[in-house]
């Protein structure tokens, strides 16, 4: 079965970190270019960061650069968002990307929830 999980999120103090994980199953990751989204209520899905599938060039939103690292383990299927120095701003879903290189073919997971608030 093809699937993103992530998990890692929860309740963390203004200033605090959390580091997600976006665990792919059915698919190689290593074919696939990886972002980071995330979306409040009402709110339009923002680009955080992602990562390229071949040299593993990186990109980050300025909301969110120097402060978050992304970053992937091919051995675990993985990929990771390290977030530092969070703000309460940062409190969204969290959702996981995966697009294959040269195709069409993508895959969403469900997201995981960030909440910063002291």
């Known amino acids: 079965q093809v699937q993103l999980v992530e998990s890692g999120g929860g309740l963390v103090q203004p200033g605090g970190s959390l580091r997600l994980s976006c665990v792919a199953s059915?698919?190689?990751?290593?074919?696939?270019?990886i972002g980071w989204y995330r979306q409040a209520p009402g709110k339009e899905r923002e680009g955080v960061s992602c990562?390229?599938?071949?040299?593993?060039?990186?990109y980050y939103s300025d909301s969110v650069r120097g402060r978050f690292t992304i970053s992937r383990d091919f051995a675990k299927n993985t990929v990771y968002l390290q977030m530092n120095n969070l703000k309460p701003e940062d409190t969204d879903v969290y959702y996981c990307?995966?697009?294959?290189?040269?195709?069409?073919?993508?895959?969403w997971g469900l997201g995981t929830q960030v909440t910063v608030s002291s």
């Open positions: 990562i390229s599938h071949t040299d593993g060039d990186t």
């Open positions: 990307y995966a697009k294959r290189a040269f195709s069409s073919t993508a895959y």
């Open positions: 059915g698919f190689t990751l290593s074919y696939y270019a």
